[in-house]
């Protein structure tokens, strides 16, 4: 791990553990015990292994940690329970990882500051930030309009109606939600740029906010 920082850290640049990936990629199934490995792109990795069965429900890690100051290696295996609560859909149930420091329900585990365990982000005695908390006012609505860009496209692939009895379906209302602030944030990275780049992008004929330039 790296030394102790009281430097902004957002929740994209530290390892993180996310409960939807774990699902999405089968590393979790009822009833099943399931072994797997994690690995980050700065060459570090863990060994899991999953349980949901009963009331007999984890996520066991398995990991060594080397201390950056004296190079000692400690060997970590432990157990992060599982919970759940009924969907507000009515089906089925919406899982969580119980944080083994607040013991507070979460679905991203985090590992930095030097933390030899991971545990949610107020677990932490320094903030993990929100990358839109850090970033600088045009950069957040920039990043804010490609970050919906890629919602929108993923959820136009699932291709399923737009109306059901003569009114929009649950998808279609959540695609016209984020298509207006995909427009609110396009309106408002635009309004930002320095008046000599509009007229640049102008001149190059490059699209732009409907209406700004």
């Given at each position: ?8 850290v ?6 993180r553990?996310?409960l939807g990936y774990?699902?999405?990629n089968?590393?979790i199934?009822?009833d ?10 700065n ?23 080397t ?11 432990y157990?992060?329970y ?5 969907s507000?859909?009515?089906k089925?149930?919406?899982?969580y ?6 013991g507070r329900?979460?679905?991203i ?6 933390s030899?365990?991971?545990k ?5 005695r ?18 804010r309009y490609w970050?919906?860009a890629n919602?929108?496209e993923?959820?136009y692939?699932?291709?399923k109606?737009?109306?059901y ?11 016209k939600?984020l298509?207006?602030?995909?427009q609110?944030?396009?309106?408002m990275r ?10 640049m992008?102008?001149?190059?004929g ?8």
């Amino acid at each position: 791990m790296g030394r102790w920082s009281t430097g902004a850290v957002t929740t994209k640049e530290v390892a993180r553990i996310e409960l939807g990936y774990l699902l999405k990629n089968g590393f979790i199934k009822r009833d099943q015990h399931i072994y797997g490995t994690l690995s980050w792109t700065n060459g570090s990795n863990i060994s899991f292994e999953t349980n949901l069965s009963g009331e007999n429900r984890f996520i066991r890690l398995h990991y060594n940690n080397t201390n950056s100051y004296t190079d000692e290696k400690t060997n970590h295996d432990y157990k992060i329970y599982l919970t759940s609560i009924p969907s507000n859909l009515g089906k089925g149930e919406v899982l969580y990882f119980v944080c083994p420091v607040t013991g507070r329900r979460c679905r991203i585990l985090y590992k930095c500051y030097g933390s030899l365990i991971w545990k949610s982000r107020f677990a932490y005695r320094y903030r993990i930030y929100y990358h839109s908390q850090v970033c600088s006012k045009y950069d957040y609505h920039n990043t804010r309009y490609w970050k919906i860009a890629n919602d929108l496209e993923a959820l136009y692939q699932r291709g399923k109606k737009t109306h059901y009895r003569g009114n929009y379906t649950r998808l279609m209302k959540r695609v016209k939600q984020l298509e207006e602030k995909q427009q609110y944030h396009d309106k408002m990275r635009w309004l930002i740029v320095p008046q000599s780049i509009q007229k640049m992008v102008y001149v190059m004929g490059l699209p732009t906010a409907e209406g700004l330039l």
